[in-house]
């Protein structure tokens, strides 16, 4: 059985690939990938530092650089995007990437707390509302148009229905924890997975398991009445 270590001690022992670290490190993630990094880097020093090198890295990259002269548009053309969609996209800017939870971070469960990337999506935090999927399991969206991202809450020891995916996966635990095929994953923990894994996560005994999830394309229930209600269920 999977030794339980206090959520106030433990340092994560699944983590985002460097891909992907490097990919936020240099400002090419998408809003979501960069919503569930950021989350993980409040709880990983060890990726903290990471992206921290991989910083320093572009920074230097940067630096080497041989300036070139701008086109003579180019002040018009800034002039032109600003206040444009493009412009208030791009600056959808998720706050605080490698802060410590802080202190207006609110409780999920047990000691566990929302790390403050994910409070800036919700209107109200401490009243989180918590929408019926299937008995055992709830979920709150965020908003956030480039994928599906999600808080999903798993009744303590309860399963979720087996399935896998029509493209890939993130999920960040942050509060209680799950076995699956693929390992034990507590908070601050980040799996990812595809088409290629057919899993049913367990949530531990004892605390309601809650994560952080990112999806880009819907799930597939593929256990024997999951199939039946795929038409029903949307995840
Ligand atoms: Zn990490």
């Known amino acids: 059985m999977a030794t339980v270590v206090p959520p106030a001690v433990r340092r994560p022992t699944h983590h985002p690939d460097e891909a992907l670290l490097f990919d936020y490190a240099t400002g090419r993630t998408s809003e979501a990938e960069s919503l569930i990094v950021a989350t993980h880097l409040t709880l990983c020093p060890e990726c903290r530092h990471k992206v921290a090198e991989f910083e320093a890295i572009g920074g230097a990259i940067v630096d080497d650089i041989t300036p070139v002269a701008m086109a003579d548009n180019a ?127 367990v949530a531990d005994a004892g605390e309601d398991c809650v994560c952080l999830i990112v999806t880009d394309a819907p799930l597939r229930l593929t256990g024997p009445i999951g199939r039946l209600l795929n038409p029903f269920v949307k995840f």
């Open 75 to 201: 002040f018009a053309a800034v002039l032109s995007e600003i206040g444009s969609d493009a412009a208030v996209n791009r600056a959808t800017a998720i706050p605080t990437t490698a802060t410590p939870v802080s202190r207006d971070a609110v409780p999920v469960g047990g000691s566990s707390m929302l790390p403050r990337p994910i409070l800036t999506y919700l209107d109200n935090p401490r009243t989180l509302t918590w929408n019926s999927v299937v008995r055992g399991l709830e979920e709150v969206s965020l908003p956030i148009d480039c994928a599906t991202v999600k808080l999903l809450r798993i009744r303590a020891g309860m399963a979720m229905p087996q399935h896998t995916h029509g493209g890939t996966e993130m999920t960040m635990v942050l509060a209680g924890g799950f076995t699956d095929e693929t390992g034990h994953y507590q908070r601050g923990d980040v799996a990812a997975t595809d088409a290629a894994v057919d899993h049913r996560p």
